[in-house]
T-cell receptor, first 112, second 110 residues
Framework: NAGVTQTPKFQVLKTGQSMTLQCAQD?????MYWYRQDPGMGLRLIYY???????DKGEVPNGYNVSRLNKREFSLRLESAAPSQTSVYFC???????????FGDGTRLSIL | QKEVEQDPGPLSVPEGAIVSLNCTYS??????FMWYRQYSRKGPELLMY????GNKEDGRFTAQVDKSSKYISLFIRDSQPSDSATYLC??????????FGPGTRLSVLP
């Protein structure tokens, strides 16, 4: 009964380093999402994948790339990390757009 | 003006109180509404999902949507210390992605 699993849970990077955040869901959902959560800002959509093989930009896509590897997995990559990308990153999945979303427990990322 | 507004709190209430949490929005096309509960250092957990106007009840929780006023509410009856968390509202128009409010922090005091 895992739901949405995110790895790693914590990470500290130096400015300019790259890394990939991993997300996998076991609910056979079509749609997957990446959000960032900052104090006072709420959840902001970075990228989403409406279905396997498609990805689209959300509200704050700059500095990020994504890959929908298969129906289960959706990864988020920071090519050259910046301190402004310090945040908590959440992955979510849903049966489709407009349907209830189920979230992982997040990756806490600090960039020095 | 932000698309979804929510009082950040913190809101402190005594155990057993009825809690009212609210969100206002500006986009009249919104028709899908959700409420999430988020404990510290955890992901949001879906509490309620409603479509269009009206009420929906689930145990101690009642979600209310008033589209004419662009206002949604979540009521928690007989509040418990375990209800202490941040509550997020989210809403979307048909075929669109959800927009989230910033959350209200609730503290239920024993």
């Amino acid at each position: 009964n895992a739901g949405v699993t995110q790895t790693p849970k914590f990470q500290v990077l130096k400015t300019g380093q790259s890394m990939t955040l991993q997300c996998a869901q076991d609910m056979n959902h079509n749609s997957m999402y990446w959000y960032r959560q900052d104090p006072g800002m709420g959840l902001r959509l970075i990228y989403y994948s409406a279905s396997e093989g498609t990805t689209d930009k959300g509200e704050v896509p700059n500095g990020y790339n994504v890959s929908r590897l298969n129906k289960r997995e959706f990864s988020l990559r920071l090519e050259s990390a910046a301190p402004s990308q310090t945040s908590v990153y959440f992955c979510a999945s849903s049966e489709g757009r407009g349907q209830p979303q189920h979230f992982g427990d997040g990756t806490r990322l600090s960039i020095l | 003006q932000k698309e979804v507004e929510q009082d950040p709190g913190p809101l402190s209430v005594p155990e057993g109180a009825i809690v009212s949490l609210n969100c206002t929005y500006s986009n009249s096309a919104f028709q899908y509404f959700m409420w999430y509960r988020q404990y510290s250092r955890k992901g949001p957990e879906l509490l309620m999902y409603t479509y269009s106007s009206g009420n929906k009840e689930d145990g101690r929780f009642t979600a209310q949507v008033d589209k004419s006023s662009k206002y949604i509410s979540l009521f928690i009856r007989d509040s418990q210390p375990s209800d202490s968390a941040t509550y997020l509202c989210a809403m979307s128009a048909a075929g669109q992605n959800f927009v989230f409010g910033p959350g209200t922090r609730l503290s239920v005091l024993p």
